[in-house]
């Protein structure tokens, strides 16, 4: 598994121990990581913080754009159609996704974002990366709460 997606996996097991939704994410830059976050609207008390959204937002701040053109997103789960819409406007080059939503996914599952003729960025999509893995900790978090 690549490193990268190997760190989202830890941090969504970081977020369901802090009663988050387990999701995790990395922005790499080449092969460095220059930000991460986890799923974090329960303890901020923000709809918008999804582990993309967080992740997103540091790695603009530490290379001082909004266009992170030449950066990849790692994320545990497929991102939902808010999340799509941000990788679609910062320009990604690439997201690589974990397990897919059925429920509420908004690339390959919903709205599929990046199909829309109104989406003006398309990044490379690759999900299946970790998959058993990050189904596992969903399950389990879902699980414990039904």
Same mark, same amino acid.
């Given at each position: 598994?690549?490193?990268? !997606?190997?760190? $989202? ?6 977020? #369901?121990?802090?009663? +988050? ?13 220059? #930000?991460?976050? *986890?799923? =974090? !609207? ?6 918008? #913080?999804?582990? +993309?959204? +967080? =992740?997103? *937002?540091? #790695? ?20 939902? %159609? !808010?999340?799509?819409? $941000? ?12 397990? +897919? ?13 990046? %199909? ?5 960025? *398309? ?15 969903? *399950? ?7």
């Amino acid at each position: 598994m690549p490193p990268p !997606m190997r760190r $989202a996996l830890d941090l969504a097991a970081e977020a #369901a121990e802090a009663g +988050e939704v387990p999701v995790g994410a990395v922005v790499t830059l080449g092969d460095q990581i220059i #930000a991460e976050s *986890r799923n =974090a !609207m329960r303890g901020s008390n923000d709809p918008t #913080a999804h582990a +993309e959204m +967080e =992740a997103i *937002r540091a #790695a603009a701040a530490k290379l001082g754009t909004s266009r992170l053109d030449d950066c990849t997103l790692w994320v545990t789960l497929e991102p939902c %159609a !808010m999340c799509a819409a $941000a990788v679609a406007i910062a320009r990604f080059k690439a997201l690589r996704f974990a397990a +897919e939503d059925p429920k509420s996914g908004g690339v390959v599952h919903g709205p599929r974002v990046f %199909a829309q003729p109104t989406c003006h960025h *398309r990044p490379d999509v690759l999900g299946g990366i970790g998959e058993e893995e990050a189904g596992e900790l969903l *399950r389990r978090f879902f699980g414990e709460r039904r």
